[in-house]
């Protein structure tokens, strides 16, 4: 029928099968319509029935079950979940793109309730392209998207405030005394640790310090790659010039910080302070409980999902996470 109306298969079952996310022009809907009556063309009901039940599932995917942030995301969302009735199918991605994507599509052929993006956004623009356009195709099924963090005006958002807080942390620090900083951030393909240090230039530009490029080092969000960075940082040998404060973007690389420290005998925070970003659970229960800046991973796990199931199909919904900063054992005052 589509062939005899010159259209696509995706534009025929719009129209004779309806969707209330991707509308057709009425002329064209028209006309698919005359192509199908003079065919003789009667959907298949049943078949129509089936194809758009939605299974008592919820999609969540994020980069790395095993990270404690995106355990204690997976955890709220997973309880939300459950409470709704439904189950949630948990999809690693291993913060891989293509993955990610074929995740999406899979949830799809799934018929999952909702989809949570449970993970930083790419900054690749032809990445987020194809995601965006498997998540249109989905929400034209009638599904729906909410993501942590920013992925864009079309999709429900939970947004944690990274940068307000990376600047609050680095004004705390401001204010023990500290002037000497390095910073231990993300890679440049994800979009949260861009959005981090940002607010650390911010308040370091207001207050007039300098941040030198060699003194901001990239790692892997992980506590190897935080440890790696930080013997970088020391020098291989304990040598190394040591700034005052170093803050590691994530907890599970000031985990990593903190191990380097211990290995080449420099003390914490007595030679330099070091402070972290999430508040996972681990970060206070450390031999030297870590500084960090806390934000609601479990309520913002939760909320998503809420958005996804709770909020009008016209309405795009949204939650401003919180964030605190919170200053314990590895930070203090310079001592030169």
Do not use: W
């Not at 949830?107 to 032809?126: C, K, P």
């Not at 940068?163 to 401001?174: F, M, V």
Request: glycine share 10%; charged share 20%; hydrophobic share 45%.
């Amino acid at each position: 029928m589509a062939r005899e109306a010159g259209v696509s298969l995706a534009t025929a079952s719009r129209v004779l099968n309806g969707s209330s996310i991707r509308k057709v022009s009425t002329a064209l809907a028209e006309h698919v319509r005359d192509t199908a009556d003079a065919l003789g063309y009667l959907p298949n009901a049943p078949a129509q029935a089936l194809a758009r039940a939605a299974t008592a599932t919820v999609g969540i995917l994020l980069h790395d079950v095993s990270d404690p942030y995106f355990a204690a995301l997976a955890r709220g969302a997973c309880d939300s979940v459950v409470a709704a009735g439904l189950m949630p199918l948990v999809v690693n991605t291993d913060g891989d793109p293509a993955t990610e994507l074929r995740g999406v599509r899979m949830l799809h052929a799934q018929r999952v309730q909702a989809i949570v993006l449970a993970g930083s956004g790419y900054t690749d623009a032809e990445a987020a392209v194809r995601l965006d356009v498997a998540l249109a195709e989905y929400r034209a099924d009638g599904g729906s998207v909410a993501a942590v963090t920013d992925h864009g005006p079309a999709y429900h958002t939970v947004r944690p405030a990274n940068r307000t807080g990376a600047a609050e942390l680095t004004r705390a620090l401001l204010a023990l005394g500290h002037r000497d900083f390095a910073v231990i951030t993300g890679p440049s393909r994800l979009r949260v640790p861009g959005e981090r240090l940002a607010g650390v230039r911010q308040a370091l530009a207001e207050a007039g310090v300098e941040l030198p490029e060699s003194a901001v080092l990239r790692s892997e969000f992980t506590r190897e790659g935080g440890r790696r960075a930080m013997a970088s940082l020391l020098g291989g040998d304990g040598g190394g010039r040591v700034p005052t404060a170093v803050l590691a973007l994530a907890d599970v690389c000031a985990v990593g910080a903190l191990a380097a420290c211990r290995e080449r005998g420099v003390r914490v925070p007595e030679d330099v302070s070091v402070a972290g970003f999430d508040d996972i659970p681990l970060a206070e229960d450390l031999s030297l409980p870590l500084s960090t800046v806390r934000i609601p991973l479990t309520l913002m796990g939760a909320e998503a999902v809420r958005l996804a199931l709770r909020t009008p199909a016209d309405t795009v919904g949204s939650f401003d996470a919180p964030v605190q900063v919170v200053l314990r054992s590895t930070t203090a005052a310079p001592r030169r």
